[in-house]
């Protein structure tokens, strides 16, 4: 690969403010890289709305990401997009190396003693055909609690706490008891990445002794092997990071401030 291409930026896109939870962990694995964000805010949330709404919204904003920056690789960081759109992107970019996000279900099943798993996730994530082909997987070895969590993600993305915490309280509570005895859940996979915004909070509801898993820090590692076989890694510098948001800007800068970093540049999308 050429030394342009290498030092071309890698795009990462979400429904909204979730996707900062992948991009901090591709930070701190690629400190050399250069990123641009795009949090489609403006059309959020992505979980409820249908495949139809989350496949339009995937194009556009992959089509801008390759015209404006020529990005060198992809990272869908959002769950509901990878289970709906991954595959149109894929075929439709076939020259462009994109990295997906899908809730951490083996991982969990490796953690699990009780071989009882939750998994909270937005509803077109929990019902698509990706999803159920990667649960299919693992059935034999555990039994898993699938819990919708309508709203969550907005809730998040508005920055709403008491609706945040009345949700995340309902969803704990509809899926049972966790804990480390027999029947108990002792594992939660945050299968949005909205959530680990609310994994405080979530961690307090389900116990101590519960796991919580998350896909920021494997999604990372996988995208460093994927840049480093396409000998496309940038090796030095200072890397570099542009915001955007199809929504509010300032709602933007705020998560990135609490999340990521103070000060960081935002622009409309
Ligand atoms: N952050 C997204 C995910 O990982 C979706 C949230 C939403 O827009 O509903 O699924």
Redesign the pocket.
């Known amino acids: 690969m050429t030394n342009s291409l290498r030092a071309a930026p890698i795009g990462v896109f ?3 403010v ?2 900062l939870s992948v991009l901090r962990a591709l930070r701190a694995e690629l400190p050399h890289e250069a990123f641009v964000y795009v949090a489609d805010s403006g059309f ?5 709305r249908g495949d139809a709404h989350v496949v339009e919204r995937s194009r556009i904003v992959v089509r801008g990401l390759r015209e404006r920056y020529g990005i060198k690789l992809l990272v869908v ?5 990878t289970a709906a759109a991954i595959h149109l992107l894929r075929a439709e970019n076939a020259d462009l190396p994109i990295v997906g ?1 899908e809730p951490a279900i083996k991982p969990a099943v490796a953690n699990s003693r009780t071989r009882r798993i939750g998994v909270m ?2 509803r ?2 929990l019902n698509s055909a990706k999803f159920k082909l990667l649960l299919d997987t693992q059935r034999a070895d555990a039994d898993f609690v699938l819990q919708p969590c309508d709203g969550l ?2 809730a998040i ?1 508005r920055g709403d706490a008491p609706e945040i915490e009345a949700l995340s309280r309902d969803y704990t509570l509809a899926m049972g008891r966790f804990g480390s005895e027999m029947g108990d859940i002792d594992t939660l996979v945050l ?4 959530y680990p915004f609310a994994g405080d909070l979530l961690q307090q509801l389900a116990g101590a002794q519960t796991r919580l898993v998350e896909t920021g820090v494997p999604v990372a590692q996988h995208t460093r092997r994927l840049l480093a076989a396409a000998d496309a890694l940038q090796s030095d510098g200072q890397g570099g990071l542009l915001l955007h948001t199809s929504g509010n800007v300032a709602a933007l800068r705020d998560a990135a401030d609490r999340w990521l970093a103070p000060g960081l540049a935002v622009s409309s999308f």
């Open positions: 979400d429904s909204g979730g996707g959020a949330p992505y979980g409820e960081a959002c769950n509901t997009a996000v996730a937005t077109g994530t993600a907005h993305e299968g949005c990445t909205h």
